[in-house]
């Protein structure tokens, strides 16, 4: 199976600490991307990161790629309750059709 | 400007039924993608589809499951004689370019319960 682990499983902060889920996936990547779920919703995407990239922002957002460890990490800064949810990771493989392979989640539990 | 439409949202089927979920993708996409959500779980790749051909059906179940992405009309994931084991969420989403190229679109899934 080419899918990724995440860790932790479950993280619960209190709002205004920063959050950090890590990321490791199997094989040579075209990039990676971060998606968000609230419970009982769709996902929604959040970042990409492109293999020759190491780190991007966006917002609160920081997401970082060592490829040479084939992992990648998400940072949210500053949390907020309504940062709530379970966050996943997805490769895109190199030699495949492209289709993203997604991570296990980090469900992120923010308290006010 | 709507997204990625899924219906139904909920389906229940009793076991040996057929279950059939529908997806219209965001206006101008062209690339469908179908995954399953266990509860607590990730998310299964199930089929990859370009209008009219399916491009990489390597997630989905030799027997029982169908996907097709036709010239005219929605995406459609068909299940024939469900098992208590098809209950799950089913996610359906859109890109314009091809897989891994650019981020994906998602709908709000269809929940089918097999009972």
């Known amino acids: 199976s080419q899918q990724g682990e995440e860790d932790p499983q479950a993280l619960s902060i209190q709002e205004g600490e920063n959050a950090t889920m890590n990321c490791s996936y199997k094989t040579s990547i075209n990039n990676l991307q971060w998606y968000r779920q609230n419970s009982g919703r769709g996902l929604v995407h959040l970042i990409l990161?492109?293999?020759?990239?190491r780190e991007k922002h966006s917002g609160r957002l920081r997401v970082t790629l060592d490829t040479s460890k084939k992992s990648s990490s998400l940072l949210i800064t500053a949390s907020r309750a309504a940062d709530t949810a379970s966050y996943f990771c997805?490769?895109?493989?190199?030699?495949?059709?492209?289709?993203?392979?997604f991570g296990q989640g980090t469900t992120l539990q923010v308290k006010p | 400007n709507a997204g990625v439409m899924q219906n139904p949202r909920h389906l229940v089927r009793r076991r040996g039924q057929e279950a059939r979920l529908r997806c219209s993708p965001m206006?101008?996409?062209?690339?469908v993608y179908w995954y399953r959500q266990l509860p607590e779980e990730g998310l299964k790749f199930m089929v990859y589809l370009q209008k009219e051909n399916i491009i990489d059906e390597s997630g989905m179940p030799k027997e029982r499951f169908s996907a097709e992405f036709p010239k005219e009309g929605p995406s459609i994931l068909r299940i024939q004689q469900v098992v208590r084991g098809d209950s799950a969420a089913y996610f359906c989403?859109?890109?314009?370019?091809?897989?891994?190229?650019?981020?994906?679109?998602f709908g709000e899934g269809s929940r089918l319960t097999v009972l």
């Open positions: 997805a490769s895109s493989y190199s030699g495949n059709t492209g289709k993203l392979i």
């Open positions: 206006k101008g996409h062209s690339h």
């Open positions: 990161i492109r293999s020759n990239e």
């Open positions: 989403a859109s890109s314009t370019g091809a897989a891994g190229t650019g981020e994906l679109f």
